[in-house]
């Protein structure tokens, strides 16, 4: 950005505003747990660009933005980023402009010519990596091998995002209260309506939660709390956040020996499983929570068949009472 036109630099803002009053503080409190982060961190970059590295995402005015700026903005990020992160950044620039709108700060029109840069093409395939039976597996052992609760936690919360499709933000605002015990299913409440669903965990992932459950109690409260170390029981009422999510599987595929693994990797293999089951798309965009059908169709498109019958096929639990009456459990490829 050094060299643009000095026109096109925006200043930060001479004294902080009451976050009522922000544009960037309003957009991203309308955000879920989850993404909020990661858009303040997007923020932060296009305010770093618009500015020269002056501002970031809390002090730049971003009603001074025009569509000069925008487009500056876009320029340097198809520079910087592949399409996909650059498209992601422009979109959360979109929502604090609106947000400006909303507030009285810019009108509509304003609005219009200042967001309508087009988003950058490119090919955008789904981030994260196919994982194999083995690595699960290796993580599941990993557990199995920790004598304290945490390795008993860390099995379930491992089979709900695995075989289920929770994002890791979703599975750390899970209470007991969404556990339906009567049919194993779990209610997601997510930041808007698509990602809103009913979970339902393979017979495998049931019973790990069934033990985790045993330790845990029947407390109302997280779903997943934090643990003490070694014997050390949970902590009601402490839950355990998207961090540490990541941190747990960091931990568990450095015991297995494995490639480091992500939440957003075994999100990936639980999209791509029911796929390859030959599940219709727009089923599987209902399962995984995706607002939009582009979302699932960089996962690959397959052949068609009925909802129940990929459930089937992937050892998804198809009968209730699965919670009340663990069964053996006959290894994890079952997930």
């Known amino acids: 950005m050094n060299s643009e036109p000095t026109t096109q630099i925006i200043a930060p803002c001479p004294v902080p505003r009451p976050p009522a009053q922000n544009p960037a503080e309003v957009y991203l409190a309308g955000l879920g747990s989850g993404s909020r982060r990661t858009m303040r961190q997007a923020l932060d970059s296009v305010a770093g660009i618009i500015s020269n590295g002056r501002a970031d995402a809390l002090n730049l005015p971003w009603e001074e933005l025009r569509h000069r700026h925008t487009n500056a903005i876009q320029a340097a990020l198809a520079d910087r980023y592949r399409p996909a992160t650059a498209n992601k950044m422009l979109s959360s620039l979109r929502g604090v402009l609106r947000a400006a709108c909303r507030l009285g700060m810019m009108d509509p029109a304003m609005i219009e010519r200042a967001s309508s840069v087009d988003n950058i093409p490119g090919e955008s395939r789904a981030g994260g990596r196919h994982l ?85 109690g029947d407390e109302a409260g997280p779903l997943f709390c934090r643990v003490g170390k070694g014997a050390g029981g949970p902590v009601a009422q402490a839950r355990v956040s998207s961090q540490a999510v990541y941190k747990l599987l960091r931990r568990r595929a450095e015991q297995a020996g494995v490639e480091p693994i992500s939440a957003r990797d075994v999100r990936t293999t639980f999209v791509e499983n029911l796929l390859n089951s030959g599940m219709d798309i727009a089923t599987v965009q209902q399962m995984a929570g995706h607002a939009a059908r582009s979302t699932t169709n960089r996962y690959g498109r397959r052949n068609r068949r009925g909802h129940r019958e990929a459930e089937e096929s992937s050892g998804r639990p198809t009968d209730a009472n699965r919670l009340k009456r663990p069964r053996k459990n006959t290894g994890w490829r079952a997930w």
């Open 132 to 216: 194999t039976e083995e690595e699960i597996a290796g993580l599941l052992q990993a557990c199995a091998r920790d004598p304290g609760p945490a390795g008993i936690r860390d099995a379930a919360i491992i089979g709900l995002m695995y075989s289920a499709g929770a994002r890791s933000s979703e599975t750390v605002a899970l209470d007991l209260s969404d556990l339906d015990v009567d049919t194993g299913s779990l209610q997601v409440r997510g930041a808007g309506p698509s990602q809103e669903r009913c979970l339902h965990p393979a017979a495998g992932a049931l019973d790990a939660l069934q033990k985790w459950l045993e330790v845990r």
